[in-house]
């Protein structure tokens, strides 16, 4: 057969030929564009479109920019050394860096102080976060309220070594008793937590440090970034608790409770936070029993507080209703009473299933605090529309002001929304 | 109302509370400093400098008050408030006495329930117009944009004027003064409308001041001072009789600079004597110290050098004294006399 | 919770009240309902205790008094003579005026970005990425006074317009768009213009008839009319034909640049204020409805296309008949409750000057009055009153949509 065929044929190829590359049009850069940016006639004029719109973003803004002023004392001295060009007074960014981020009163050789505050926010954070990391780390998160309340106010360190000791206390009364009686556990925490500081109060001196490192700082003197950190991390964490609380009430088979709690959730989610804000500022201050001096900020938690307990409510009450009703009969056909249903099978499936909508009610409330700039606290916004626009120097500076706040607000928002896109994934543990 | 009942005991415990609070001036002095509240940043009047310290008119008056109790200047507590939070915060007893530029009308005084302890400026409402506008009288805004900084009187006396002369406007109300100014030169009011002094003040920041006018009229008497809570008359005293020695030192030619020299011994002038303690138990009446007058002098000056430092006509703002000046020099600065 | 326990015939103990599942329950509500009432009583105490001491009242006496101020925007007669009761109607209804109004247009830019995200073109699925993530993490009280400002800024004042020989021309002679607002001309209608405005309604009852035909007809025989042109010709041929043939019985008030030194005035105008605030909470909750879009139309499983396409159905029907009808089930329970924001964020209009309820009534009234309890408790039960409604919208709605199981 192969005599035959090599006599008839000229030339046969014995070896498999290379493969050409592809057309230039079908391959490479150009398949790239074509499939992804032209690839009907409507698609390629929305691309045209796009082109237009990022130009025009592009040339808008990028010569303003780089042309940027960073070193100026004021806002006509940057005009000088821009001499009518185009151009940011980035300057104003530098010389009010402090007042953005710490407020204006807050003293300035103790910066350090809410500094190592927020550093140790993320180690403390951690551990919460990311489930990998040794549980150990759980100890300094249940410290690190206490140390940042006395590293951020200072004062003398009696004040939070006794919260500190309180809820210890309350806390091994939890561990000791749970397992006999939830409700034994808890209330019994509370009422130990309080005899603690009752009697720590009487008996520890409350010596106070006037000057020094730790010296105190009143609230009203925090200001900046500082606060709207502190509004969010605080309020997030405090309605947490209160939250679940909510969410399992407004599940309760009891009439009034749940009545108490549908009232109360749907009151503050129908309100805008301002206007909770408005009580916080004007009209909480006469809910308080005479000269009990509850200062604003502290109103101003509670109202936030309230607010996002609300809304984290709703996210766990979704939770709980996703639930599959067998897990809610498994637990009764095991014979555990409500708190150990809830405490032992319920909540841990429960809450796992809200995180992701947790962490976006947490963005949410954290862009919220900016709300406080227009009850007169000076937070970043209440810093830029107040004392930095105010000031003879710098009146005039808005976008690279604004433009700061926008940025510093989103690297902290994407941050955290990426991360719970993270979490999503890592706990889509069942089959799919 | 049986809940009323149920808590009368807390009742008594809170009028006990209430009754006890009454006593500013104790409450005050056990503090160890003076809550004071000032405007959230109007330059001149009260307004944090890059460092964190309040500067200006209003801040003056309270510091003199603290220093008048305490002896020292810096025994204050600012706390910024806006035209909406500021009644609030006096009335709920967060702040001592409010110096923001407040004026003095018959429901604040009467259905607010404060009490005016003076005024330290005579303001009244006056307009900024661009000079290319060529408008030379408020008669002639027939049809203007006007926008108004809101929470003070302005907007009352601004529709009284239009309604009286019998012209229509479009307000546009603005929440503060930074944002005034930006819509303001953008053009997108013709009118700026606030007290005279803001904006004189306001117009002093601008890049080309010499391209703005500030209208001849002045529609409103907007008479401002600190204000205390009604009912606790000692603490009005004690703000009402500083403010009083500020504008008497003026008077009677003891400064910043002559008042320890003055204060050392007893002068020849029998009120300067009084005004300064070294005759006399004025002080102990107030429930002050001897010095209390001194020390408040001392703080920032008398009134005339206070209003000279933060808004004369030395300053950016650049106002002149006018109505503020002394009695004696054809002004409706007056005190009553310390004997 | 419901735990079986012997019943003990007769004998009731002290001792079951905690015990006893039967009665544990009333135990704590009983507690529940005493410290509630305890709260509530010591809170109400000490406010009235509070008020006591300083000599004030809780009246509402202010809202009939002349609120002394005037209102740029308004909807209603409203003079600096009206009550404070009238100034707060305005506010009311300038809330209700931008929460629509927003409620449309983020509608209409969540949609677009939503769908224009999942498109194949990279280029713009990545700008719309962009344009959600930028929208989302930032608070809208920076975009509003971002926005504010851009537009206080790049655009002219009024007076450009102004004059003999302005320095600018009204676009189409008709047109102005300043930093004070938008100017454009106003129909003004004649007897017989009603009577065209009337065919036009009529007309567009009549598109819709003929499109509800057509789908019967489509369902019934599976002949498919042409649906385009006829609507087209529907809504306009009438009401075109009717305006000549009644010889054109609509004028146009066009904006008079001569009228006034200081602004331009007559025909239609749109203030700044409103439209900063209805742009910003557009855009800015936009980007949410952008993703819950984007959400929906992905929880419509590929099967479902796929199986359409299968059926030789055209893409641009897949999504109109088989893939939106399916997402709009995923996609409306979160859309009416951004809506809800929407509403709750216009709270935010007096950074821009524009007087909704916020402003008049929890702004300069509460300013000129003190009545600050009084003003808030009013606002906090608008703001309630509106979001009950809505709420009670989603609650009908998801019933109506329920997934009818069988």
């Known amino acids: 057969m192969s005599d035959t065929h ?49 130009y025009a973003v592009v040339t808008g803004t990028f010569p303003w ?25 980035f300057a104003v960014l530098v010389e009010r860096w402090n007042q953005l981020l710490f407020g204006f009163q807050y003293p300035t050789e103790l910066y350090w102080r809410p500094g190592l505050a927020f550093v140790l926010l993320f180690v403390a954070a951690a551990p919460v976060l990311f489930f990998d990391l040794p549980r150990k780390l759980l100890i300094f998160t249940a410290v690190y309220p206490f140390l940042a309340f006395w590293l951020i106010w200072g004062g003398s360190i009696t004040a939070p070594l006794l919260a500190m000791a309180g809820v210890a206390a309350g806390y091994f009364f939890y561990q000791r008793f749970v397992a006999s009686s939830f409700a034994l556990g808890f209330f019994g925490a509370i009422v130990v937590a309080l005899l603690v500081w009752k009697i720590g109060g009487a008996i520890l001196p409350g010596s106070e440090i006037a000057e020094g490192a730790m010296r105190s700082v009143p609230s009203r003197d925090l200001g900046g970034f500082l606060l709207n950190m502190m509004f969010g991390v605080t309020c997030v964490s405090l309605s947490l608790p209160l939250g679940i609380a909510l969410a399992l009430g407004r599940q309760s088979s009891m009439p009034l409770i749940k009545f108490i709690c549908v009232i109360f ?38 109202m936030i507080t309230m607010f996002s307990a609300a809304y984290i409510a709703e996210v766990i009450r979704g939770g709980l209703a996703a639930l599959p009703k067998g897990q809610y009969e498994a637990a009764d056909s095991l014979g555990l009473d409500y708190a150990q249903a809830m405490r032992l099978i319920i909540l841990p499936q429960a809450l796992k299933i809200s995180i992701p909508g947790i962490v976006n009610v947490a963005v949410g409330l954290f862009k919220d605090t900016t709300l406080v700039s227009v009850i007169s606290m000076f937070d970043l916004i209440g810093m830029i529309r107040g004392p930095i626009l105010a000031s003879t120097e710098w009146s005039g500076v808005y976008w690279e002001l604004f433009g700061f706040a926008a940025v510093l607000f989103f690297v902290v928002c994407y941050g955290i929304s990426q991360y719970s896109q993270w979490l999503e994934r890592r706990l889509a543990t069942d089959h799919r | 109302m049986k809940k009323t009942v149920l808590f009368g005991a807390l009742t008594v415990a809170g009028l006990a509370a209430g009754m006890a609070s009454a006593a500013t001036l104790d409450d005050v002095k056990a503090r160890g400093s003076l809550n004071c509240g000032v405007t959230t940043g109007l330059v001149g009047f009260a307004s944090p400098d890059a460092n964190g310290v309040w500067d200006g008119f209003d801040v003056g008056v309270c510091r003199a008050v603290a220093a008048a109790i305490f002896g020292d200047p810096t025994a204050v507590e600012f706390v910024p408030t806006t035209g909406k939070t500021r009644f609030t915060a006096l009335a709920s007893g967060e702040i001592d006495m409010l110096a923001r530029n407040t004026t003095w009308t018959f429901s604040r005084d009467i259905d607010l329930k404060f009490e005016f302890t003076g005024v330290n400026y005579y303001d009244g409402q006056g307009f900024l117009v661009p000079k290319d506008l060529g408008v030379s009288s408020a008669k ?45 030169l953008a053009g997108a009011c013709d009118v700026y409308t606030t007290d005279a002094s803001g904006l004189a003040a306001t117009r002093a920041s601008f890049e080309n001041p010499n391209d ?20 606790d008359n000692d603490w009005g005293d004690v703000v009402r009789w500083t403010l009083n020695a500020l504008i008497t030192a003026e008077e009677l030619g003891v400064t910043s600079a002559n008042v320890a020299d003055l204060a050392a ?70 005190s009553p006399p310390f004997r | 919770m419901t735990s079986i326990t012997d019943p003990q015939q007769g004998s009731f103990r002290l001792s079951m009240l905690i015990n006893d599942t039967r009665y544990r329950s009333y135990t704590f509500q009983a507690i529940a309902f005493v410290v509630l009432a305890l709260c509530i009583g010591f809170v109400v105490n000490n406010l009235f205790t509070n008020l006591a001491a300083q000599g004030l009242d809780i009246s509402f006496d202010f809202l009939g008094v002349p609120a002394g101020y005037d209102i740029n925007q308004r909807l209603i007669e409203y003079t600096s003579q009206s009550t404070n009761l009238r100034a707060t109607m305005v506010g009311i209804l300038n809330t209700l005026l931008v929460a629509v109004l927003a409620c449309a247009t983020a509608t209409v830019f969540g949609v677009l970005a939503g769908v224009l995200r999942l498109s194949n073109n990279w280029l713009v699925s990545k700008l719309m990425a962009f344009y959600v993530e930028i929208f ?6 920076i975009w509003i006074l971002i926005i504010y400002g851009i537009m206080t800024i790049s655009l002219p004042g009024a007076r450009p317009y102004l004059g003999e020989n302005p320095d600018r021309e009204m676009l189409f002679g008709m047109f102005a768009f300043t930093n004070r607002g938008v100017n454009a001309p106003a129909p003004v209608f004649d007897p017989l213009g009603w009577v065209v405005l009337a065919i036009f309604v009529l007309s567009v009852v009549g598109m819709f008839l003929y499109r509800r035909y057509a789908k019967q007809l489509l369902y019934k025989t599976g002949r498919l009319l042409p649906m385009g042109w006829p609507s087209v010709l529907i809504v306009f041929v009438p009401a075109i034909l009717a305006f000549f043939v009644l010889g054109q019985p609509i004028t146009l008030d066009i904006p008079d640049t001569m009228a006034n030194r200081f602004n331009i005035k007559g025909g239609f105008q749109i203030g700044a204020p409103l439209i900063a605030i209805w742009f910003a909470l557009s855009i800015y909750t936009g980007a949410f409805i952008a993703e819950n879009v984007r959400a929906g139309i ?86 309630l009153v509106i979001s009950l409604l809505i709420s009670g919208l989603i609650n009908i709605y998801n019933n109506a949509i329920k997934l009818k199981e069988r």
Request: aromatic letters at 8%; charged letters at 15%; glycine letters at 10%.
């Open chain 2, 212 to 231: 703005h006018v500030l209208l001849p009229e002045i529609i409103s008497k907007e008479p401002l001072g600190p204000l205390v809570r009604h009912g």
């Open chain 3, 136 to 141: 989302r993490n930032i608070p809208v009280l």
């Open chain 1, 265 to 302: 959730i749907e009151f503050i989610r129908g309100v805008p936070l301002i206007t909770l804000l408005f009580v916080a500022n004007v009209m909480l201050g006469y809910f308080f029993p005479p000269g009990s001096g509850v200062d604003l900020f502290l109103r101003v938690v509670i």
């Open chain 2, 140 to 184: 002639d805004l027939d049809g203007a944009t006007v926008c108004i900084q809101t929470g003070t009187t302005t907007e009352l006396n601004l529709a009284d004027f239009f309604r009286s002369n019998n012209i229509s406007y479009d307000p546009v109300p603005i929440e503060t003064n930074a944002e005034g100014q930006q819509q303001y």
């Open chain 3, 298 to 383: 992905q929880a419509v499983s590929k099967g479902q296309t796929e199986a359409a396409a299968a059926l030789g159905i055209r893409p641009g029907r897949i999504m109109s008949l088989v893939v939106l009808p399916q997402a709009l089930r995923v996609i409306i329970p979160p859309l009416i409750s951004n809506y809800l924001n929407i509403t709750k964020n216009s709270s935010l209009a007096i950074l821009v000057g524009y007087a909704d309820v916020t402003a008049t009534l929890g702004g300069i009234t509460l300013n000129q009055t003190g009545r600050a309890i009084e003003c808030v408790l009013l606002l906090m039960l608008f703001y």
């Open chain 2, 265 to 334: 011994a007893p002068t020849d002038n029998p009120e300067v004597n009084r005004l300064l303690g070294t005759e006399g138990e004025l002080g102990a009446m107030l429930g002050l110290e001897a010095d209390w007058a001194k020390n408040a002098i001392a703080a920032g000056g008398n009134y005339g050098e206070l209003f000279e430092k933060n808004i004369g006509e030395n300053t950016p703002i650049g106002l002149a004294r006018g109505l503020n000046a002394q009695w004696t020099e054809g002004g409706l600065i007056y």
């Open chain 1, 6 to 54: 090599n006599r008839s044929v000229a030339f046969v190829r014995t070896t498999e030929a290379p493969s050409l590359p592809p057309p230039s049009n079908a391959a490479g850069p150009f398949k790239w564009l074509k499939d992804n940016l032209f690839a009907t006639p409507a698609n390629s004029l929305l691309t045209i479109i796009a082109i237009l719109v990022i």
């Open chain 1, 65 to 89: 920019m780089f042309n940027g002023v960073w070193n100026s004392s004021s806002l006509a001295g940057c005009r000088e050394v821009l001499d009518g060009t185009t151009g940011a007074c």
